[in-house]
């Protein structure tokens, strides 16, 4: 036992999410249209959907890591169509974007208003969002990862509105979805029902799912969607382990394609490195990880600036207007 003092959280009150304002529900979802978004073809986006197609012809995994504000700026059904159609592999997100999935299919709406909510406590203290807490320590029994066990959850159980949720669609789809969180950044870990053993067990396994499939990025995409930290930071250590082992058997994982989406401008020659360390834009991870560092030996790095409600519409209505995927996403997994 800790000999510091331990917050009781036995004294918190839980509230139903009934009496939460929500920011984002169901209405303002963007689902996938035949027609191009209205907004202009973002630059560099006909190359990485070219590159997302060349990769499932050769059966060539496809990874996405998107960030918890994807799903708020109502996303889901874009990235699920993703999945359906087999374009990507592998989808991965942080705690977040797990928790706005989740409150989406429970409950229809998420996204409390933080302001109102931490003036007395209420922020992240809602009952249905803690069932999270209850699938987490089923799965970390069980040796599952969060990601598997909360999308069957969802696809197979009683919530009003699975067909809102990314990680449905991808256990439907057969395709892993993986969650990397960070003890004491979600509101389920404020719950009295969390289990912080169980999580980390759970998201242990989603992370070793995650090196896997980076194993095989060779020839393969990975795109990292609005995530400035835990997408940088995930697929650096999973590429570590995955070249470690491939350099013992004599293979090499260099020639890939990387893409960075975000509305942060860059320099117009990032590709030549990052700046000093005493520049801000130094410690923007996306840069100096995903564009520069891990492509150095022979791979190719895109970066698609602007709102994600633009750009991820704008590739998935690239990808479909091409009729190029010969394999379905499955083919990726068994190659």
Request: with cysteine; net charge negative.
């Amino acid at each position: 036992m800790s000999r510091y003092r331990l917050f009781d959280r036995s004294r918190l009150q839980v509230r139903p999410l009934s009496e939460r304002r929500s920011l984002v529900s169901w209405g303002d979802l963007i689902y996938p249209d035949i027609t191009p978004p209205e907004a202009s073809c973002p630059g560099g986006l006909p190359e990485v959907a070219a590159a997302v197609l060349e990769a499932r012809r050769r059966g060539r995994p496809v990874i996405l890591f998107f960030g918890g504000h994807v799903i708020k700026q109502g996303l889901g059904p874009v990235l699920a169509d993703l999945v359906r159609r087999g374009f990507v592999t592998h989808l991965a997100t942080n705690g977040s974007g797990l928790i706005h999935d989740f409150e989406l299919a429970r409950h229809g709406a998420t996204s409390e208003p933080v302001p109102e909510t931490i003036r007395d406590g209420r922020f992240g203290l809602w009952l249905e969002t803690s069932e999270l807490n209850r699938i987490v320590r089923s799965a970390a029994s069980e040796g599952e990862g969060v990601g598997e066990a909360v999308g069957r959850e969802i696809a197979m159980g009683s919530m009003p509105y699975p067909h809102l949720s990314v990680f449905a669609a991808a256990w439907q789809e057969g395709v892993p979805a993986t969650v990397h969180v960070a003890i004491g950044q979600d509101i389920v870990h404020e719950h009295p029902n969390c289990d912080g053993a169980a999580w980390g067990a759970a998201s242990y396994v989603d992370f070793l799912i995650f090196a896997a499939a980076v194993e095989r990025l060779e020839g393969g995409v990975f795109l990292n969607v609005g995530s400035a930290v835990a997408g940088p930071e995930v697929y650096l250590k999973a590429l570590a382990m995955a070249r470690n082992a491939a350099a013992q058997q004599g293979r090499s994982i260099a020639r890939f394609t990387t893409a960075v989406f975000d509305i942060i401008p860059l320099a117009e020659n990032w590709r030549e490195g990052t700046p000093p360390p005493d520049q801000p834009g130094y410690y923007f991870r996306p840069w100096k990880t995903i564009l520069v560092r891990t492509v150095a030996d022979g791979g190719r790095s895109y970066y698609v600036q602007g709102e994600h409600r633009v750009t991820l519409p704008w590739l998935d209505f690239l990808l479909r207007q091409r009729d190029g995927v010969q394999e379905d996403h499955h083919g990726a997994q068994a190659a």
